[in-house]
């Protein structure tokens, strides 16, 4: 069975590019097409599409809030966002709207389809520069609740103890993450580079390495972590705290 996909964008020549496009592959078929938010949610319960690829700047119904009404009434749909803004006060009310896939409009169009295969397979496609936006939030948040936790420790503590607990913290934030020592230095540097929200592309061009061997180590390091894709090895890499 082809991957049905509806297509949200206002700009009409957005949606006929994409939709011949999409047309050349054998896998996929483009069941409608919306001018906004409203007609998506009404084409969505009407076609039951398999995934939503659509802009996030619509009239009527933008797509924050048709991707959060998707969620509730068609729960099985995939949503992927196609846009031109990365920036934080766009990604983070995306992901949280339950989007599976964050995608920039300068995207190359082969990539655009390997995105839509993946995200209907089950697995979450970040364009970098929204990957990046999403490590930002979550050190900046976890670093704000390990300083008041820390503080708050330090005005119920006596200094000896303070001192004693340090040192433990120290000791498990080092045992925190065994996992780290099965990769390789170079692994180590991809992984630190990935976090940071860096593209295959550009993660090669600052190693001086090629893209296919950046791919290689890419999925080195997945399987000795466990992880499934890039975007769970950032969120790893920042929640251990081990970014170069």
Known sequence: MPIRILLADDHAMVRRGLHVFLSTQSDMVVVGEASNGKEALQQAEELEPDV?????????????????????????????????????????????????????????????????????AGQVELHPAAAGQLMHVMASAELSMNEQQLSLK?????????????????????????????????????????AQGL?????????VITEKTVKTHVSHLLDKLGLSDRTQAAIYAVRKGWVV
């Open 199 to 207: 593209s295959n592309k550009e993660i090669a061009a600052q190693l």
């Open 52 to 120: 939503v690829l659509m802009d996030l700047h619509m009239p009527v119904l933008d797509g924050i809030e048709t991707a959060r009404q998707l969620r509730v009434l068609t729960p099985s749909i995939r949503i992927i966002v196609l846009t031109s803004f990365s920036d934080q006060d766009h990604v983070v009310p995306a992901v949280r709207a339950g989007v599976k896939g964050y995608l920039l409009k300068d995207i190359e169009p082969e990539d655009l389809a390997v995105a839509i295969r993946n995200v209907h």
């Open 154 to 194: 330090r005005t119920e503590q006596q200094p000896v103890q303070e001192q004693r607990q340090d040192k433990e913290k120290d000791k498990e934030a080092q045992a925190s993450a065994p996992e780290l020592d099965t990769l390789t230095r170079r692994e180590r540097e991809v992984l630190g580079l990935i």
